[in-house]
C-alpha cells in the first residue's frame, strides 16, 4: 500500500539514483539505437525531483504523477520520455480520488499501463521492449509479497527475453543483431526497480 507522502519519498529517491546508470543505458542503447536512453532518462529524473522538490503529500496521489508527468514531458526528446510521461498520465488518471494505492491496484495499473504505451507506441507483448517487463512486474504483483519479488520478476523477464530478436524501434532493423543482447528499456526498469527496493542482483 502506497500513499501519497510515500510517493514522494519513493520518486525523490529513484530520481537521484538514475544518474549512477545514465552511463550503462546509454552504452546498451548505443548498441542497436540512438544511444541517448540514460541522458534521457537522467533528464527526466531530475526535472521530475526538481518539481517535487517541494511538493506537500497534501496534493493527493494523482497530483504527484501529474506533476512527475508535466516534467517527464519537458525532458522528452526520444520515445522512451515519451511512453514515461504517457505512462504517467495513465497513472494520474488512475489513481484520481484515490488515497492510497493497493498492491492489487498498482498490478491493475500497470496493466492499463501497458495498453496505454501498446496503442501510443504500437508495440505489443512478446516484442522484447519495456512493455514485457512492465507485465511481468503486473503479474508479481497479484501475488502475495515475497523478499525480492519485483526485482527478481523483471530479471528474470530480462533473461527471457534475451535470446530474442528486438521487433520495435531501430532495433528492429538489427533483429539478427539483437538477439543475445538485452532490451535497454527492460534493462532500465531492472535499474528503476532496484533503487525503488534497494535490491541488486
Do not use: W, Y
Not at 522484447?128 to 504483483?141: E, P
Amino acid at each position: 500500500m502506497i500513499a501519497s507522502a510515500q510517493l514522494i519519498n519513493q520518486l525523490r529517491h529513484v530520481c537521484a539514483q538514475v544518474p549512477g546508470f545514465t552511463a550503462e543505458l546509454n552504452t546498451l542503447d548505443g548498441q542497436l539505437g540512438d544511444g541517448d536512453l540514460g541522458a534521457t532518462l537522467e533528464k527526466c529524473a531530475r526535472l521530475t525531483g526538481a518539481a517535487l522538490q517541494d511538493t506537500s503529500p497534501e496534493v493527493g496521489l494523482s497530483e504527484v504523477f501529474r506533476l512527475s508527468a508535466m516534467a517527464c514531458m519537458q525532458a522528452s526528446g526520444s520515445s522512451f520520455g515519451t511512453l514515461l510521461a504517457q505512462a504517467l498520465i495513465a497513472a494520474s488518471k488512475f489513481s484520481s480520488g484515490k488515497t492510497v494505492l493497493t498492491r492489487p491496484e498498482t498490478a491493475t495499473l500497470l496493466h492499463q499501463i501497458i495498453d496505454t504505451l501498446a496503442q501510443r507506441g504500437g508495440a505489443a507483448l512478446g516484442d522484447k521492449t519495456v512493455l514485457d517487463g512492465l507485465q511481468a512486474l503486473a503479474v508479481t504483483l497479484e501475488q502475495p509479497a515475497q523478499p525480492g519479488d519485483l526485482r527478481r520478476s523483471v530479471q528474470e523477464a530480462l533473461d527471457r527475453f534475451r535470446p530474442l530478436p528486438n521487433r520495435m524501434g531501430r532495433a528492429r532493423m538489427f533483429a539478427e543483431k539483437s538477439q543475445g543482447m538485452d532490451d535497454p528499456g527492460m534493462v532500465a526498469l531492472l535499474r528503476l526497480v532496484e533503487s525503488l527496493t534497494e535490491e541488486k542482483s
